[in-house]
């Protein structure tokens, strides 16, 4: 059974290459469907309540989709860096986008599977807060600006330190001021849908994430074992 399922896997990826290849000629939306398509369906059979898979070739399965995607991030960074060398301009957002955003993504998810809801929550509100604050001083210095801005990552460092004292309270915290930065910066709705996507994905997303799992995390540990 198991020779067999090895076979109907390298089929499998056969033909994701030859649909790749082949399909170049359809139009753009049946392309993307099909592929989705095929791309999702081992990840909806491993996910499976029953499944054939046992845990080595689950393993396997987890260990190359992790190579891939830093042999996809090291591809992105090439494409960058040629066409940088070769034209002497920055990239445009699109590819800072494609390399951040699953990135942050990854972070995310090794945090809240390593360490909790918690402690996750918190290392997430000082990092991110920790970032803007240095990327503020880079882009305006000390000034009165600077400090204006500064306000909204100290509250998240607040509310970061507060996941010590009250989940609950930090969940909430950190909903709102998800919310809150989603407003305060309204203005990222007239820029590129590319460097809108980024942009949300740095502050507003991993805020919310993290809320929303504090949230999860207390309605848990108060539902009786």
Known sequence: MKISMSILKI????????LIMIARGLPLWILSLLIIIALAAPLIRENMGKTDLDERQIAISHLSSHIAFFVLIGLLLFVMLKNFVSEGINPNPEWY???LIPLIIKLLIVLF????PELAARRIGYFFAAVFLLFLLLSHGFTLETVIEMVPFILIVLVAWLSKKSALVSGIGFLLLAIGLTLFFRGWLRLDIYVRL????????PLLVSGIALLVGTKNEELPS
């Open 198 to 205: 980024m942009m949300y994905s740095m502050i507003p997303l």
């Open 97 to 99: 986008m494609l390399l």
């Open 11 to 18: 089929i499998y990826l056969f033909g994701v290459v030859l």
């Open 113 to 116: 599977q390593n360490y909790g």
